[in-house]
């Protein structure tokens, strides 16, 4: 790519010629083979860059891009303020792409605002302030590489906040497992709600299941469904289209698994979830409006799974996939609960009653 002038950096002193490099940058990447953006940052570039790199970040489906990697460092205290924007922010970037791989650590003081693109493209943000603004980048490789030397050691020795988990990991730690067993449980899907299947239908999936370590994963869950999840104090949040497509198709993804329900199965699937809402007070379903109300942008939000111990975000849209984050961080998990439960006080959700449920079939 070329850049103004013919030295090893250059310099820009105005946020639009930093932003009009940058999305120039973003649309030659997203042309390559492997239609790959990944960023790499010293600082939160998502609050201190603001609204116009966020733009940026969206439009990248639309030119091309695939996937999209992004690491960078945060300081999580001075988030909880701005709690709503950077959930909205995070939960886009991951439901935006066939796959993402987000990863954020904790900040350092006095740490140099740098961000690496693709391992090659180098940027300093040296003044930001109101209208000032200054910053050289560069593509000279050993500047590049200098600065890959830097960031590898930030990242591998500061605290981890959010980061990215492959499905298998997930379930070979349990992880899964253990958000259902908490008894106190926050779950906004996005997709059919795979869980509290009754037992028989839990035992005929594990049966046809191709491989044993699957079946049996399915009747640990099926196990944790019945005599945890089914007692719990949940708030579950479902789209009200979500719903009426599963009840119409009954494809659900379970354990990363793409499953096609039988018509019966799905009724005793439902009429499992009435019957427990009968008996536990706690556990509560709501509804969104989508199919009368324009909540576009929110229907784009990948599936929420809040719990004492976690945060995990799953873009699935009914079928098995590769993009799931989790984060173990207090702040992290406070603001998510926070943005959850402001999710329910909307005009445009509503909670069912186990009667309003059934009618769904």
Known sequence: MEIQGTHSLAFVDSRKDFFDVLEKLFRQLSGLDDHMVEISASFNVLEYL??????????????????????????????????????????????????????????????????????????????????????????????????????????????????????????????????????????????????????????ELAREAEHKDYSDYLRKLKKVFSSYTYNARVDLLLFSSVLSDYIATGELSLGNVAHHLTENQVRDHINYMSRCMEENPGFKVYILRDTVSETENLRRFPSIFIDSMAVTLENSRRKPNENYHISMYPQIIRAFEKYFDAIIQRPDCYELTPEELRRYL
């Not at 900040?107 to 302030?129: C, E, R, S, T």
């Not at 988990?165 to 059919?192: G, H, I, M, W």
């Open 50 to 203: 603001g609204h116009r790199f966020y733009e940026l970040i969206q439009k990248l489906p639309s030119i091309g891009t695939k996937r999209f990697g992004m690491r960078m460092c945060m300081n999580v205290p001075t988030q909880e303020t701005e709690n709503k924007l950077y959930c909205d922010m995070l939960l886009n970037i991951v439901a935006s792409y066939e796959r993402a791989e987000i990863s954020i650590v904790e900040a350092k003081d006095h740490m140099p605002w740098i961000i690496m693109v693709n391992g090659f493209f180098y940027i300093q943000i040296l003044y930001q302030k109101e209208d000032d603004f200054a910053a050289c980048f560069s593509t000279d490789p050993e500047v590049a590489s200098m600065f890959r030397r830097i960031g590898r050691g930030m990242f591998e020795s500061s605290k981890q906040i959010l980061s990215y988990a492959s499905p298998e990991n997930l379930r070979k730690t349990n992880v899964q497992l253990d958000s259902y067993s908490c008894r106190r449980q926050r779950l906004f899907f996005n997709e059919a709600p795979a869980m509290l299947l009754p037992e028989n239908v839990m035992e």
